[in-house]
């Protein structure tokens, strides 16, 4: 018996509602209207809707070798696309804060994964993508 079928759980004029998130500015949604006329008791409504091909994601996994024991470090890492004159396009950036840990000698350290979404654009040609990382220490 499903939750629906017990009156326990059936309570009068409440229905569910499902979130999907809140829309991006500039993002709308399809409407549409249905009307029942007196007397009329079944429509049938059909959608179709063409959905966004879903981007290529890129996720860097970033490992520091040789870090101070006790140091923070604070890695950027900027993602940029290349054309087929050497010209750069600007596609990400990310800041991260890898916290230290403690240790008596040299660490290896890893940041969570940085993921970067690309934009969707023609695959006619191939896409040449530079990441650039620069890694310091949080405290110098």
Request: proline fraction near 4%; glycine fraction near 8%.
């Given at each position: 018996?499903?939750?629906?079928?017990?009156?326990?759980?059936?309570?009068?004029?409440?229905g569910a509602a499902v979130r999907i998130g809140p829309l991006s500015p500039g993002e709308s949604e399809d409407e549409f209207h249905v009307y029942f006329e007196p007397g009329q008791h079944a429509r049938s409504l059909f959608i179709t809707r063409d959905m966004e091909a879903e981007p290529r994601r890129l996720t860097v996994r970033l490992i520091l070798e040789n870090a101070a024991p006790y140091k923070s470090v604070l890695a950027s890492l900027r993602l940029?696309?290349?054309?087929?004159?050497?010209?750069?396009?600007?596609?990400?950036f990310r800041l991260v804060l890898i916290p230290g840990i403690s240790g008596d000698a040299p660490l290896t350290l890893e940041a969570p994964p940085v993921q970067f979404l690309l934009p969707r654009e023609s695959d006619q040609h191939q896409r040449h993508y530079v990441l650039r990382i620069n890694a310091k220490y949080a405290e110098e």
């Open positions: 018996m499903s939750h629906s079928d017990d009156p326990a759980f059936r309570r009068e004029n409440e940029l696309e290349m054309d087929s004159n050497g010209n750069e396009t600007a596609r990400g």
